[in-house]
C-alpha cells in the first residue's frame, strides 16, 4: 500500500481530503498512514454517536445491532465522490467479509462500553 491507487476507501477519501486542504498533490508516503487515519477516525465519530445514543435508551442492547449495520451501511450509500461502488455491484462474499469485520469491531465496542457503564 505504497501509492494511493492501493489505498482502500478511507484511503481516498483522506487523500481527497488532503489534496483539498493543501491545494495540491500529497505524496504517495502518506498514503498508508492517511488511509489509517481516516478509517480510526471514521470509527471514532461512530463509537461516539453510538455511545450517546446507546446512554440515552433504556434497553441499547436491542439497538446495537441495528446501530453498527446503520454503520457499515452509510459507507455504500453514501456517494462521496464515486469512491464506494454501489452495494448491488459487490459480491457477496466481499460485503459478508466486510460486514462481519465490521460487527466483529462493534461487538468489541459495545462489550468494552458496557463493561465500562456497569453499574456495582
Not at 505524496?27 to 445514543?53: D, E, K, S, Y
Not at 462474499?93 to 458496557?114: I, K, M, Q, R
Amino acid at each position: 500500500m505504497n501509492t494511493w491507487d492501493d489505498v482502500s476507501a478511507p484511503g481516498k477519501v483522506g487523500h481527497l481530503l488532503l489534496r483539498s486542504v493543501r491545494g495540491r498533490d500529497v505524496p504517495a508516503r502518506w498514503a498508508r498512514h492517511t488511509q489509517n487515519a481516516v478509517h480510526w477516525a471514521t470509527g471514532f465519530v461512530w463509537g461516539a454517536q453510538f455511545g450517546v445514543v446507546a446512554a440515552s435508551i433504556q434497553h441499547r442492547r436491542a439497538w446495537w445491532v441495528l446501530a453498527l449495520v446503520t454503520a457499515w451501511a452509510t459507507s455504500y450509500v453514501v456517494p462521496l465522490a464515486g469512491i464506494y461502488k454501489p452495494p448491488w455491484e459487490y459480491d457477496a462474499a466481499v460485503l459478508g467479509e466486510d460486514l462481519s469485520a465490521h460487527l466483529l469491531y462493534g461487538a468489541a465496542t459495545g462489550a468494552a462500553f458496557a463493561a465500562a457503564t456497569r453499574r456495582p
